[in-house]
């Protein structure tokens, strides 16, 4: 990082990381600040915490907003999630900054998004629930209006009472690899996945030239079995997938699939449903039956075949 702020052209370099050091002026740090963000690699962020005790406001307002910025594009490792909580949390409880400057709000909101929070305009932190869409649409299958579930989901949560207690996540054209990959990167509470299913109890994700993948439902159990204390509901609105909602709900507390085949609009009209109460801040046991009634609003004579399954 010493060699990468040199050739950046960051003043007086060596004052701020070499031994023996002095104490450099606000304005070095600054500098190096700056160039650090500038950088944007995998050190950046460790070493911005070097940093997170000056009392210059605006070099601190560029760190929480660079760690924002890693938030939201969904960059930042497990490692440095704990890096960027520790530096949040040096600038928030210092004393270095007046706790009600736009800085400190910043942080504040900052470090509740990264620990899957949210603020309220009285300041007060509340939790948010993540929700990870998944979506799997296999070439060489039949194709499913997939892209229409994820529209009405968004509008639903967007529209709803509760919306900023909700984070909603997509995941398109999902391969095996990636299934895991997100639950580790956005933490969810709940998984929704949308696409195809066989009578075996199989759900077809995608390989590498965006045909099917089975994956076996003893396989994707075990993967769910290693975030049992993170997740709290799976949802597979895909068909035949209550073989696949047994074997997982043996690890996570609700489960929903579909005990025979199911079509576009029933499966579009219980997601609507079903996060449509969960904006409005019912259980998941009450959005599930919102979900089969709105099946049945619809006219469609399938609201009996979403499966609610609870672990034991």
């Known amino acids: 990082m010493i060699r990468k702020l040199i050739e950046q052209g960051a003043g007086y370099t060596s004052e701020v990381f070499l031994a023996g050091a002095h104490y450099p002026s606000w304005e070095v740090k600054y500098d190096c600040v700056r160039t650090i963000i500038d950088i944007d690699d995998k050190d950046s962020l460790s070493t911005l915490a070097a940093f997170s005790t000056m009392e210059y406001w605006v070099a601190r307002r560029r760190?929480?907003?660079?760690?924002?910025?890693?938030?939201?594009?969904?960059?930042?490792?497990?490692?440095?999630?704990?890096?960027?909580?520790?530096?949040?949390?040096?600038?928030?409880?210092?004393?270095?900054?007046?706790?009600?400057?736009?800085?400190?709000?910043?942080?504040?909101e900052t470090l509740a998004l990264l620990r899957g929070e949210a603020i309220d305009n009285n300041g007060t932190t509340k939790n948010v629930l993540s929700v990870l869409f998944l979506v799997a649409d296999p070439s060489d299958l039949s194709r499913l209006r997939l892209g229409e579930e994820i529209r009405e989901v968004q509008?639903?949560?967007?529209?709803?009472?509760?919306?900023?207690?909700?984070?909603?996540?997509?995941?398109?054209?999902?391969?095996?690899?990636?299934?895991?990959?997100?639950?580790?990167?956005?933490?969810?509470?709940?998984?929704?996945?949308?696409?195809?299913g066989s009578a075996t109890g199989v759900l077809c994700f995608e390989n590498q030239l965006g045909e099917a993948h089975l994956v076996q439902p003893?396989?994707?159990?075990?993967?769910?079995?290693?975030?049992?204390?993170?997740?709290?509901?799976?949802?597979?609105?895909?068909?035949?997938?209550?073989?696949?909602?047994?074997?997982?709900?043996?690890?996570?507390?609700?489960?929903?699939?579909?005990?025979?085949?199911?079509?576009?609009?029933?499966?579009?009209?219980?997601?609507?449903?079903?996060?449509?109460?969960?904006?409005?801040?019912?259980?998941?046991?009450?959005?599930?039956?919102?979900?089969?009634?709105?099946?049945?609003?619809?006219?469609?004579?399938?609201?009996?075949?979403?499966?609610?399954?609870?672990?034991?």
């Open 63 to 108: 760190i929480i907003e660079y760690i924002h910025k890693l938030i939201n594009e969904e960059r930042l490792t497990q490692d440095n999630k704990g890096i960027a909580e520790q530096i949040l949390t040096q600038i928030i409880t210092d004393g270095k900054t007046e706790p009600k400057t736009p800085t400190m709000r910043h942080a504040r």
């Open 155 to 196: 509008e639903k949560l967007q529209l709803a009472k509760l919306r900023e207690q909700f984070e909603l996540h997509q995941r398109m054209s999902v391969r095996p690899a990636d299934i895991s990959q997100a639950l580790l990167d956005v933490q969810p509470r709940i998984v929704h996945f949308s696409g195809h």
């Open 218 to 312: 003893d396989a994707l159990a075990a993967l769910f079995e290693q975030f049992a204390d993170q997740v709290d509901c799976v949802v597979l609105n895909a068909c035949y997938s209550e073989i696949q909602a047994s074997v997982i709900a043996t690890h996570i507390k609700y489960v929903i699939g579909m005990n025979q085949a199911i079509g576009d609009k029933a499966a579009l009209a219980f997601a609507i449903g079903f996060y449509q109460a969960l904006g409005a801040g019912r259980t998941i046991e009450e959005a599930y039956k919102l979900g089969c009634v709105q099946i049945r609003l619809q006219g469609i004579p399938e609201h009996l075949t979403p499966i609610l399954i609870k672990r034991a």
